[in-house]
């Protein structure tokens, strides 16, 4: 990455110290903030493909397991559907967008593992993940050398083509 874009595309940091010199001690200073970006972008990046599904709870719940993920060696970046959305509803039957990221090399375990749980990964579309992407998950799951799983704090809701979205009452939105 280059010196102008830090790691996973955040704002240089300037938090301290102030104008008067002073930092609290429990906060690491801008040397030592920019000598752990430098480490971080020192890491070698790992080559990803992703391909995306839509997925109901249940497979979610299966995708998901920690062993899982470390044994045949894929990560997921997963959002959650509001049960009100296409494609969802309530209970085993919420939607998830989900886009599964893994080195060409394991794809064979992976499309096996997939396939295993009634998932047919291998009829998306795989795509090259960019090395530059300014997404941040993608930054971490290229960086760190183990499997990560990354869930969207926030609902979505799928629309066709000139839908508007559904205004739900507030008891729908906090639950």
């Not at 990455?1 to 690491?28: K, V």
């Not at 995306?52 to 997963?78: G, Q």
């Not at 941040?136 to 979505?156: C, G, L, N």
Request: hydrophobic share 35%; proline share 11%.
């Amino acid at each position: 990455m280059s010196p102008s874009r830090p790691f996973g595309g955040l704002p240089e940091p300037q938090l301290y110290p102030t104008a008067d010199s002073w930092a609290p001690p429990a906060l690491p200073g801008n040397a030592e903030l920019d000598a752990y970006r430098e480490e971080l972008e020192a890491w070698p990046k790992k080559t990803l493909v992703k391909r995306f599904i839509l997925v109901r709870n249940r497979t979610m719940d299966a995708i998901s397991k920690p062993e899982l993920l470390e044994e045949t060696r894929y990560s997921l970046s997963c959002i959650p559907l509001t049960p009100w959305s296409r494609c969802s509803g309530s209970g085993d039957d919420r939607g998830w967008l989900v886009w599964v990221y893994y080195m060409p090399d394991d794809e064979p375990r992976v499309l096996a593992s997939f396939q295993a749980l009634g998932v047919r990964l291998a009829d998306r579309e795989r795509m090259a993940v960019d090395p530059d992407s300014p997404d941040e998950d993608e930054q971490i799951m290229m960086a760190f050398p183990q499997q990560t799983h990354h869930v969207s704090a926030w609902e979505h809701e799928v629309l066709l083509e000139g839908e508007e979205p559904r205004k739900q009452p507030a008891s729908e939105y906090c639950r």
